[in-house]
């Protein structure tokens, strides 16, 4: 329970200390009670984001990206399993990693939709192309040619 | 049997590649665009989409190039086609001698389908296309078909007697006998004897003219 309390302590005091300076907004109270934040589930999120990134290839379409990211889940895995006492830096960790499989996600999404869409023009070009072959054809089918010069 | 086999598949390729080369489809660049967008297709379900970015960019090139090439080809062939056209035209002119029936004319046309000669030579076939389309419009009226003698050479032959009413009624003079006095009022003054018409000799040249505007030329020598 200890090891919890720590983790979301560190977790709330390190997003806190990064999120930009911002006038304060009177916000209604919140009605459910935040729900503490295992190493389990930070693992667990961060596999989730390398697993959307393998399904998009990204580990070809970005391999040293996405080597990086891997290595630092690896890592974090590595730590965690080694020393139980560090599991807070293992789950900062683990959230850079989603942070880098999100990031490789995203490049290799990129790189897709673009390759996608200029394959899609290749086939149009290709098959305007075809179109005109078949009139050229028709039209040199309808009419004989006459002796060349 | 391995013989067979092999000639076999020898001929499917020898007459896949005449098929293959009779569509302007099938030109060199349409066949690389093709090969690039496989290799994009390829790469993109392998996750290479930088390479299959690149693929496809260079497949759309080559789609591009075979595009120009067919348009170029449709050109070429449109002015071949008006060029041979007009050079029948030309050959046609010059059997029926308009060079000296109407110098102007056959000097004009002769001069557009120089014209369309050179430019198809040096592939500007927009050019040739118009010159040659020139040719045409301007011999469109004159008439091919055969070309009768303007002149007969009168021979003897005994089964088969000369005179003007059986030159007359031959079908590459008038095709008609009784037109003979057309031949007679042409030839009299050449006559030995100007009033007899029935006496011709041989080798006598009878000038044949024309009733019809049909056009006339050369000799008749049996």
Redesign the interface.
Known sequence: MKKILLLLITIVMFSCASAPEQPPVEQPEPEAVQKPVSITDVRNRAYSAMEKALS??????VKDEYSEAKKMFDNAEALDASDPEAAAKAALIYLDAETAFNTVYDT?FT??E???K??Q???D??K???E???K??A??AE?P????? | MRKILFLTILLSIVLSAGLYSQSLQNNEYYQKSVEYRKMAESALEEGEYDKSYEYAVKSREFAALSKAYIAEMVRAYRARTALAAAKERIELAQRINLENRDPDLFGSSFGYFQDAKSTFDAKNYDESLENSLKVIDLLKDIKGGRVLPAFYEVVLDKAYRDCLWKIAGYDFVYNDPHKWPELYKANKSTFKYPDNPDLIYPGQILKIPSLKGEVRDGTYRK
Do not use: H, Y
Request: proline share 0%; aromatic share 0%; hydrophobic share 45%.
């Open positions: 998009i290839k990204a580990n070809i379409a290799a790189k897709r673009n390759a996608s200029e394959l023009m290749a086939k070009d290709i305007a192309v075809e005109d072959a078949d050229a054809d039209e040199s009419t040619e006459g002796g060349a010069e």
